[in-house]
Structures are given as C-alpha cells and as structure tokens.
C-alpha cells in the first residue's frame, strides 16, 4: 500500500490549513456568530464563548504541541482569527490577546517558564494579557514609567497599564516596567509575567468604548505587586526588544481581524443586495451599489494576500518582519474601515440599526486602526525601513 | 473493536454549485467536496465506539484521487486511518461496481463492524451497504438508531427504527450496520485532530490491486444515465411578515384559499 502524500490546495494554503480554517468557520457560524449581536449589547465578556474555542483546541494553536498547544504557525492563527472575527470582532479578540499576551514567554521564555506557565494558556484555561500601554506611553510605547524594583528573589512592580485589553479576565499579565531608568532608551525596560490576582494588583477601571465591546479594556493597576524574579522574560533591559519582537507577529494578527470583519460585512452586504427590491429590481443590480460590493470584494483579497504574504516572509526569518507586519496592519484595518462602511451604505437605513450586523462591524472596524500600533505609526515603521535599511 | 466506516465525498451542498457533464455524470471538479453528511453521522458513531471499548476506526472510501482532502477531516475527527479505492477506470461505475469494490476493499482489512450511512446526497441509490452485506455475507443490521456491541460475547446489539417504533435486533460480529442521524450529531475536528491527522495513513488501492481488472468500472456498468431533467420551478415565494398571529391567519386564509386546509 502506498501512502498518499498531502496536495496543496487553496491556492497558497496546506490541506491542513485549510480543514482548519473551515471548523473555525463552521464553529463561528453554528455558534459565536448567533452570540454576537447580544456581546455587543450587553458588553460583557463572553466566557462561554472562551470555553468553546478552549474545548476546540482554538486557544492552543499559538502554542508548542509539547506544552499541550497546537503549534500553529502565524498564518495558521491568523486563519482563525479571520474566520472568529468574520462572526464576532470580540470573540476574535480571545484568541488575538492569547496570541499577542503570550509572544514575550514564547519569544523569550526560558524551558522552565515555557514548561510552567503555557500548559495552562494552552488549554484555554487561563488567559493572558499584554500590558505595555500607560496613560503616558501610547504610541510611544518606550515611555513606560511603570517601575520593577529587584528585592531579593522578587522584584516589586509599581504603576498603572492602561487600555490593556481582557485585562479584567486573564489570569496572566505580561507587564512591561523600567528596570532600570539611568539606562540609554531602550534598554531601560524589563518584561515580566504576573500571575494575578496577587496582592497590590486591581482592575482600577473599564472603559465604555465604541466596538469590540464584550471584551473588557481595563486599566490596571500595581502597588507595590511582589513577582518572584522567575517570571521575568529574558535578562534585564530586554523589554523593548521584546515588545517589538511581538508587534512583529502580533500586528499580523488583528490584519487577520480587520479582514474577518470586512469578510462578515461583505457577506451581509451581499446577501441584503441580493434580497432587497426597490424599483421593481434587486438592489444590487443597480449599477452603483454592485459596483460598491466589487470594490469591496477586490479591497479584502487584496488586503487578505498580503496579509498571508506577509505571515509567509515573517515566518521564513525575513530582518524585515516589521515592515511586513505594519504593512499588512495597514491595509487590513483601512479596508475594514472602508469596507464596513460602504456595506452600511449598501444597507441604507437598515445598516444603521442594530438589527443588522453591519453598524456592529463598522464600530468593530474602526479599533483595528487605532490598536497595537495606529495606523500613523505603522506608516512610520514602514517609511523607516524604507528609509533605513532601503528594499529588501 | 476494529470499525469500517464507508465514506464518500459529494458535492458540498452549501456550495450549490452541483453540475452535470456532457456525460450526464456528475461534474466532481465543478463543487467543492465534502464527506456525505449520513456517513459523518456513521462516522460519529464508530468514534464513539472507538472512545467507549478501544480499538480503531478506518474510513474506506472509493472516489477520485483528491478525496484525500475529505477524507483528511474524517481522520482529524478521530478516525485511525483511511483507505482509498482510486482508479481512472472507476468513472462512471453503476451501484454493482461500487459495492463490488467496496466489498473486495472490505476483503483486505479486520473489522467487527462496518459502518454505513443511510445513503448518499449525490446518489441515493441507498442500496450499498445491503449490498456489500450480501456479498460479504455479514448480518445486516439496518436504520440504526443505537449500536450496542458486545465484544466479549462477540455479538452487537442494534436497535432498528421501524414504522411503528423500534425492533432489537441482535447478530453475531462482524456485522454490517446502516446508520441513521438518530444515533447523534458528529463532531467538529479539533484543532489537535486536525494537525494530527496529517501524520496519518492513508493507503491507496486500485483496481489491480483488488483483482479486480476489467469486472468493475464504468466500461461494464449495468446502468446509464439516459436523461436528466430539473424539476419544474415552484413558482414565487411568498414571504409572510408581520406578528406571529397575523402571520398564521394569512397562512391559514392562503391555504384555505387553495383548499389545502
């Protein structure tokens, strides 16, 4: 008997891939895309939907089979962030903030943390935040001036994180503070994991935001938060290279986000355009709303290639992953921007009540340029290496 | 406890994308392919066996050389292994091809039960599993809606939807068993099946391998698609809106109208 080896299909895509890529989908139509609307109202954290994409394996895959993830590669995570967020930007979020909260222990983690501390986030069981934001430090993320104090075998961790998302529910926060602030810029900032909830740590606020609404924003605080030196990630005064290390495979990440949502707004679009009459004919035979849906169409495979191009070069070991990762940041979370909006348009004064998904996505679209790196900064990482380090 | 799930892919009728070639043969390239949804129900089954009394699930399937690709996801649902029945001389095979491959397949490997859907969304013909049951001389135990095997005693115990309710039937293993969507919805792969299932086997057999040359295939099928028509449209959809009692009287009045109530 002769086995069969696997042929590619999807174009680009392994059959592994692929199969994946639809359960996620089958998952989220069958059962987080009917959630959706209800998260969004009631703003609250949806933990059955947690334990779903937990008891799928979903929360595993950025993590090693041998610490009892999936060991999905990043195009294979930004499969399933896509599919989750074409149903439910929030949702898509769980697994986005697993993915980004725990790229410092994965980057660089010790054996003995990995071995410690990613069973857990691997099985959905815990979740992990990354807290790097502070009210002063937004855009200028190396203006941190959360303090990590060594004492001992501890170090005391003082200050304040905020716009830290799911940071009310994880059982983890990767804390980036200054260890040492006579240091030159970049060198000053040390990355920790806090196992929370643990003395002198509170969720001091939520925020009321505009989108991604079931999923907590909080801003939090440490006083005086004792963590054992175990838990810090790399040597001292490697936090920032860290942090930047993870934009690298996390921005890829909410590109996969924003082209779900445009996906999920397409499809609502299409479906209404189809369905709806006026004048004795489907709306979408009308030249300038099938020309919008085309538009649409065009925007999100184009943004949809270069996100998987740039998954693809990042993966390979390419020294010019930030480049590739703001790129593709940049012109998903535009095209969802643009996208959700048209389909709005498409729907007219249906679009904009909450009895169809498209004003959720719409509001949804808009976070995806403002998180991890707005949309200026990304054109700035990009101009840099340009600049720089000219084309690669 | 060795089972034998019978699977096929068909055309995904999410797709609705079904096409007839100029043979009147179904065009397998013009949709994209999915495992028959009764056999996933069969399959779900088999799993659920498998977890209860141990042992292994393979999944046999005859159909074009890409059905790896559907049959990927039924390993990754938790089946051990597949085997694949491919041949260019199998197009356009009638129902007596099929089961005789099948069966000759079925010849090859252990089992205590094999495991079939109720029948197919592409060919219907619902006669498959019967067949190879004759041809295999195994019991056949049909409209499943609960599998209970003894393996110590070496029987099975199933329960047979009937008109009227439910026969118990028992015989000895092996046995053949058509399944039906009582016995349970089937699962969604998890991801860990599905990045297990690329490790796993899929062997591939073909028509020589079965000895089968020149007795099965579409050259000597019994049966030919003469014709094929599309059944005449219904006419306009009427969509009846507004509060669930205004909604049923203007049902109600509507089919009174056409003297149906």
């Given at each position: 008997m002769v086995a069969v080896s696997t042929p590619p299909t999807d174009h680009r895509l392994t059959e592994e891939q692929v199969l994946l890529r639809d359960t996620v989908r089958e998952l989220a139509d069958a059962r987080i895309a009917p959630r959706a609307a209800e998260i969004d109202r009631s703003g609250e954290f949806p933990d059955d939907i947690r334990q779903l994409l937990a008891e799928h394996d979903v929360l595993g895959l950025p993590f090693p089979a041998e610490h009892g993830g999936v060991g999905g590669d990043l195009l294979t995570i930004c499969l399933a962030i896509e599919q989750i967020a074409r149903a439910c930007t929030t949702s898509s979020l769980i697994l986005a903030v697993q993915d980004l909260g725990s790229l410092p222990l994965r980057l660089g983690g010790s054996p003995e943390q990995l071995a410690r501390l990613v069973p857990r986030l691997a099985s959905g069981e815990a979740l992990i935040c990354f807290g790097l934001t502070e009210p002063e430090a937004g855009s200028d993320g190396a203006a941190v001036r959360t303090r990590a104090v060594r004492d001992g075998d501890d170090y005391v961790i003082n200050g304040t994180k905020r716009f830290i998302t799911n940071g009310s529910v994880a059982g983890m926060v990767t804390v980036f503070a200054?260890?040492?602030?006579?240091?030159p810029r970049h060198r000053h900032l040390s990355c920790f994991v806090v196992e929370v909830p643990?003395?002198?740590?509170?969720?001091a606020r939520l925020e009321h935001k505009m989108g991604i609404r079931g999923s907590p924003t909080a801003e939090l605080e440490f006083q005086d938060v004792r963590v054992p030196a175990t838990n810090r990630i790399g040597d001292e005064g490697d936090g920032w290279s860290l942090a930047l290390r993870t934009f690298e495979r996390s921005r890829p990440g909410i590109a996969a986000q924003a082209v779900g949502i445009a996906q999920g707004a397409l499809e609502a679009a299409t479906a209404y355009a189809r369905e709806r009459k006026q004048f004795g004919q489907r709306i979408g035979d009308f030249q300038m709303v099938g020309a919008m849906l085309a538009d649409m169409a065009a925007q999100i495979e184009a943004a949809r290639q270069l996100l998987y191009t740039a998954c693809e070069v990042i993966e390979a070991g390419t020294p010019d992953a930030q480049r590739w990762a703001a790129m593709c940041k940049l012109v998903a979370g535009d095209t969802a921007m643009r996208v959700t909006t048209d389909a709005v348009q498409v729907l007219g004064g249906y679009g904009y009540i909450d009895e169809f998904p498209v004003e959720r996505m719409m509001r949804d679209a808009k976070i995806t340029q403002l998180y991890e790196g707005t949309q200026q900064i990304q054109r700035l990482v990009i101009a840099r290496a340009l600049l720089g380090r000219g084309r690669d | 406890m060795h089972i034998v799930v019978l699977t096929k892919p068909v055309p995904d009728p999410a797709a609705a994308a079904e096409r007839l070639g100029p043979d009147l043969r179904l065009d397998r390239a013009a949709s994209p392919a999915v495992v028959n949804g009764n056999d996933e129900y069969a399959l779900e089954a088999a799993l659920k066996l498998m977890e209860a009394h141990g042992g292994e699930v393979t999944i046999l399937t005859m159909a074009p050389p890409n059905a790896t690709d559907t049959m990927r996801k039924a390993l990754a649902m938790g089946a051990t292994r597949g085997v694949l029945v491919t041949d260019p001389a199998l197009a356009g095979s009638c129902v007596r091809s099929t089961d005789e491959v099948l069966a000759a397949a079925l010849r090859e490997l252990t089992y205590d039960l094999v495991f079939s859907g109720f029948?197919?969304?592409?060919?219907?013909?619902?006669?498959v599993g019967a067949a190879i049951a004759a041809r295999l001389r195994l019991p056949y135990l049909s409209n499943a809606a609960k599998i209970e095997p003894d393996p110590e005693a070496g029987v099975v115990r199933v329960r047979r939807i009937t008109a009227t309710g439910y026969d118990l039937l028992e015989a000895p293993m092996p046995a053949l068993v058509v399944c039906t969507q009582v016995l349970g919805e089937p699962r969604y792969p998890s991801l860990k099946g599905i990045m297990a299932a690329r490790s796993k086997e899929i062997a591939t057999r073909s028509v020589a391998d079965l000895g089968l040359e020149g007795a099965v295939g579409g050259a000597v099928a019994t049966t030919a698609v003469l014709d094929s028509q599309k059944p005449a449209s219904r006419g306009a959809t009427r969509v009846v809106r507004g509060t669930a009692e205004d909604g049923a009287r203007e049902i109600v009045e509507l089919l009174e109208s056409r003297r149906i109530v």
């Open positions: 200054v260890t040492d602030p006579e240091a643990t003395p002198g740590f509170r969720v | 029948d197919t969304s592409d060919g219907n013909a619902g006669v």
